[in-house]
T-cell receptor
């Protein structure tokens, strides 16, 4: 299994541009989530999904959209990038139970100029 | 807002010594998990302790949970240089049926050879 994969690894955007961060998992996990990690802030939950067709907001959802059309994929869209969105983004997945191990992708480092 | 708060923020020890990191949280939890993050990498799940458990072991790791004090500790015994990483606690709170994982800001551990 490839586990959780994320693309791209690095991205530089200009203010106002839009883009989609890709996340895929091949473990048939129901639960997927997106976090951002900023220095000194730990990981903060952006959006999450408990299954195909179901998404919900996390702690810091503004400026981001998600959709979950398949079990495998959970893309994160930046609608109009802002410098405050400069961060490292991590996608994660697990089976539905809260005691199941959560697996993280390698991250996407995004810089917004 | 973030649930867990790790203490200390940074810890530097010599190889062979034990490392203890603490985590405090604010609300009732279902379980508490510890993760490790090597520099520039995604997070890796280390150990989970349920709210009805007080102590758990996994190899050189020992986790304790005190729900009355809303705190947990992670002990790494006989540390190695390879243990150098950031360590995060994360709590699971069941709200409205969605089991979100909320992370603290982490402890940066340096093990000097």
């Amino acid at each position: 299994n490839a586990g959780v994969t994320q693309t791209p690894k690095f991205q530089v955007l200009k203010t106002g541009q839009s883009m989609t961060l890709q996340c895929a998992q091949d473990m048939n996990h129901e639960y997927m989530s997106w976090y951002r990690q900023d220095p000194g802030m730990g990981l903060r939950l952006i959006h999450y999904s408990v299954g195909a067709g179901i998404t919900d907001q996390g702690e810091v959802p503004n400026g981001y959209n998600v959709s979950r059309s398949t079990t495998e994929d959970f893309p994160l869209r930046l609608l109009s990038a802002a410098p405050s969105q400069t961060s490292v983004y991590f996608c994660a997945s697990r089976s539905h139970g809260s005691t199941d191990t959560q697996y993280f992708g390698p991250g996407t480092r995004l810089t917004v100029l | 807002s973030q649930q867990g708060e790790e203490d200390p923020q940074a810890l530097s020890i010599q190889e062979g010594e034990n490392a203890t990191m603490n985590c405090s949280y604010k609300t009732s939890i279902n379980n508490l998990q510890w993760y490790r993050q090597n520099s520039g990498r995604g997070l890796v799940h280390l150990i989970l302790i349920r709210s009805n458990e007080r102590e758990k072991h996994s190899g050189r790791l020992r986790v304790t949970l005190d729900t009355s004090k809303k705190s947990s500790s992670l002990l790494i015994t006989a540390s190695r240089a390879a243990d150098t990483a950031s360590y995060f606690c994360a709590t699971v709170n069941i709200q409205g049926g969605s089991e979100k994982l909320v992370f603290g800001k982490g402890t940066k551990l340096t093990v000097n050879p």
